[in-house]
């Protein structure tokens, strides 16, 4: 699997460029299955959802100019038979992961088996938003009610070797401050990536690259 993961969608050309890179081939005839799931936990959640899904937020990712897009609704999964919903999974070409809570989004990653299925999508590329980045670590670390709480630890669905932090520095996310970024490095046992809503990370066959054209940073545990 090939995955883009980004804090705040595709905002810059060099991230579009990154996404079109991975696709190879033109946005406008690759397909896309949008997964709203994680937004659901928030009292916005249905809205966002939609505003998502419609192409209406901050967030680029569904607006780009799809040949085709479609949704997948995480939570419904265990209820249809598999071999349909695998299909559709299988025969498209991104899987368009939005934001929101990043340990319900894990939870519902495995109990609608798509993260059993995530090692035999070879040429399938991830793009995650926010949480939909996150959930692709090994093990990772969050707070949203409260910035000063103690972190919440736990484990991802293990697609990369390394942990995400989104909006780095934002104004509107005093959780991810430098400074409490760096502080909950020190307790995920794996190297951890501060970045801001303009840069993005590419990896492919292995190789990891910071896409970027606002700021980041790494931190080693």
């Not at 928030?42 to 937020?57: D, K, Q």
């Amino acid at each position: 699997m090939k995955l883009l993961l980004t804090s705040a969608g595709i905002k810059n050309p060099s991230i579009h460029a990154a996404l079109v890179d991975l696709l190879g081939k033109p946005i406008a005839e690759a397909s896309a299955l949008c997964i709203p799931t994680a937004i659901y936990p928030f009292s916005v959640g249905p809205s966002m959802a939609y505003r998502f899904l419609s192409g209406s937020t901050n967030n680029p990712m569904c607006e780009l100019g799809w040949k085709s897009l479609g949704v997948l609704e995480l939570t419904a999964l265990p209820s249809i038979k598999k071999e349909i919903w695998t299909a559709a999974v299988q025969e498209a070409d991104a899987l368009l992961v939005y934001g929101g809570d990043v340990v319900y989004l894990s939870r519902w990653m495995r109990e609608s088996g798509l993260a059993d299925l995530m090692s035999s999508l070879q040429e399938t590329v991830y793009v995650g938003i926010s949480a939909g980045s996150m959930v692709t670590a090994p093990v990772f670390g969050e707070t949203y009610d409260d910035p000063e709480a103690p972190f919440v630890i736990n484990e991802g669905m293990g697609l990369v070797d390394f942990a995400l932090l989104p909006h780095l520095d934002h104004e509107d996310h005093p959780e991810s401050s430098t400074a409490k970024v760096e502080r909950m490095a020190t307790e995920v046992p794996v190297r951890t990536y501060g970045i801001d809503d303009e840069t993005a990370i590419k990896v492919q066959d292995g190789a990891v690259e910071v896409i970027s054209e606002g700021h980041w940073r790494l931190f080693t545990p």
